[in-house]
């Protein structure tokens, strides 16, 4: 992309200058890291290691009994917890256990998600063997002794089969995809963020389940103008998260442009819509089978049909939707965007805007995917259709550097207030 957009296109008036782009003043840092002991320069999680070769763990054969625990006197592997997920296991020799992966519902997307916790009455080494019903790993595994830092765990792909050596002893360790960020910690987070500030975080309504689905607000005076943040519709997809804490926080700092910004335009974001899914560690779906990120045509789930009608009734109270971004991950970073000639206004407001991401950040290729399927079902395609206006999947890779997602999505905030607030005619490439 940096050879594919003119970035002299973002000249912005010299009011702007004057606002500062620093880190926000407010620091709401509760975003669990990957190790960088573990991480390459600034690109991408580290594959861990391979176990050593002279283990050759017995793989299961035949018929089994599986639980979502399983232990003996000394070891006690289990899933008992809040986005735990360990759907068949079963101990296949002394100190050997065999993990399988079995997703809510087929055909789904491509997304195992496991955690799970091991503890032994004394220091032990053990091996795990985790395979995946009818499909294959994506998320290599990750350990962290108190819930809060992670590591990349050293492991072995031998065909389907993931293999790790673990020591277990009376301290439990959890081993999951993908750091944990369950509903609890987007309750801490958004109670944090709006403690320091004017901003409001209240219930939209109940999942499926009867979970609370938060927002988050921030309402200017004199501004009818809404832009729209979600988050977590697919549960696995952890470096979205990443990414829409540092995002927010961003746009709800104490920085002058923020202040400046919250004074032009109201901010709604909804940070957890799946929190069913989320508690049980789903692949993909909502407690009902159903992938929110395809009903946003029928809204026959309680989830998106919460967010139509707020945000219709928005509307009809006078106000106006004017963009909207939904995170997510995938397995390399990515914009989904719609396409400049699809019709909404300030067509070219996207390319602006990500142009001069990509401009400013010589080290990450900005890659825009634009494109529209008004029969998908997708938010990014509900937004254009609804409300006339850009919206965009940001999508961060599952492996992804985790200080990197944080630069970046520091970066595309402070750059998104600058273009919204210019006078650059977006209408115009």
Not at 112 to 134: L, N, R
Request: with cysteine.
């Amino acid at each position: 992309m940096k050879n594919a957009l003119n970035s002299s296109t973002l000249l912005l008036p010299l009011l702007l200058v004057i606002f500062s782009c620093s880190a926000p003043q407010k620091n709401v840092e509760k975003t669990p890291p990957i190790s960088s002991e573990n991480t390459q320069s600034d690109t991408s999680v580290t594959v861990a290691s391979p176990l050593n070769e002279q283990f050759e763990p017995t793989v299961p054969k035949g018929p089994s009994v599986f639980s979502q625990s399983c232990h003996n006197s000394e070891v006690k592997l289990s899933s008992d917890f809040a986005a735990g997920r360990m759907d068949k296991c079963k101990r296949t020799g002394k100190n050997e256990y065999s993990i399988t992966l079995v997703p809510e519902n087929t055909p789904i997307n491509s997304s195992p998600w496991y955690a799970f916790k091991v503890q032994a009455e004394q220091t032990t080494d053990i091996i795990i063997t985790m395979t995946v019903q009818g499909d294959k790993h994506r998320y290599p595994p990750k350990i962290s002794r108190d819930g809060k830092s992670w590591q990349l765990q050293d492991y072995q792909l031998k065909g389907d089969h993931l293999i790790m050596k673990v020591q277990a002893s009376s301290q439990p360790v959890t081993i999951a995809a993908q750091e944990i960020i369950n509903n609890q910690y987007y309750v801490d987070w958004a109670a944090e963020l709006t403690a320091q500030s004017a901003f409001t975080q209240s219930i939209l309504g109940s999942s499926t389940q009867g979970r609370p689905i938060y927002k988050i607000e921030s309402r200017a005076e004199n501004s009818n103008e809404w832009v729209v943040i979600l988050g977590r519709q697919h549960p696995p997809e952890i470096t979205g998260a990443l990414a829409l804490f540092p995002f927010v926080e961003t746009l709800l700092s104490n920085s002058e442009l923020s202040k400046y910004f919250l004074r032009k335009y109201n901010v709604l974001v909804i940070p957890n819509i799946n929190p069913d899914g989320v508690h049980a560690g789903n692949w993909r779906s909502n407690a009902n089978g159903k992938d929110l990120n395809r009903d946003w045509n029928d809204f026959t789930q309680i989830e998106t049909r919460l967010i139509n009608d707020y945000l219709q009734g928005l509307v009809t109270q006078g106000q106006k939707i004017k963009f909207a971004i939904d995170f997510h991950s995938t397995k390399k970073d990515i914009f989904y965007t719609m396409p400049v000639d699809y019709g909404v206004e300030s067509s070219y407001f996207v390319r602006h805007w990500l142009g001069e991401l990509d401009r400013q950040m010589p080290n990450f290729d900005v890659v825009l995917r634009p494109g529209n399927n008004p029969n998908l079902g997708v938010s990014k395609q509900y937004f254009s259709d609804q409300f006339g206006v850009h919206a965009i999947t940001y999508e961060m890779g599952d492996n992804t550097d985790r200080t990197k997602i944080k630069r970046i999505a520091y970066k595309s905030a402070n750059i998104l207030m600058i273009n919204m607030l210019s006078d650059v005619d977006h209408e115009k490439e």
